[in-house]
């Protein structure tokens, strides 16, 4: 699978943006699907995933109440919707994709995601 990240820009505090994650390859709907974000000087981190239905998520304490994961599976896309943005929200954003059975549950273990997007920069200034 391969996954494409866009939809990064440079906003003020408060603002929104919306990130995309366009799939492609077999089997697109059979993998869950992870936000990561890296700022400069810091480790990569977890933002928030979604199975493979779209009907379970999980978020970093971070974002939470603040961004919302969702997905068209007819679209084979993922979506970042991001309110109330901080300036430490400032990162570059990763999309990775998960092969996983039906049932499982939904994760932020960065290392057992087998595909990564290029990132797509957001910058949140004050």
């Known amino acids: 699978v391969q996954l494409q990240a866009s939809g990064g820009g440079t906003v003020q505090a408060g603002e929104s943006l919306r990130l995309s994650c366009a799939l492609s390859?077999?089997?697109?709907?059979?993998?869950?699907i992870g936000w990561f974000r890296q700022a400069p000087g810091k480790e990569r981190e977890f933002v928030a995933a979604?199975?493979?239905?779209?009907?379970?998520?999980t978020y970093a304490d971070s974002v939470k109440g603040r961004f919302t994961i969702s997905r068209d599976n007819n679209k084979n896309t993922v979506y970042l919707q991001m309110n109330s943005l901080k300036p430490e929200d400032t990162a570059v954003y990763y999309c990775?994709?998960?092969?996983?059975?039906?049932?499982?549950?939904?994760?932020?273990?960065?290392?057992?995601?087998?595909?990564w997007g290029q990132g797509t920069l957001v910058t949140v200034s004050s």
């Open positions: 979604i199975n493979r239905s779209g009907g379970s998520t």
């Open positions: 990775a994709a998960d092969w996983v059975i039906s049932s499982a549950p939904v994760h932020g273990r960065s290392s057992e995601y087998e595909y």
């Open positions: 390859g077999r089997m697109v709907n059979r993998y869950a």
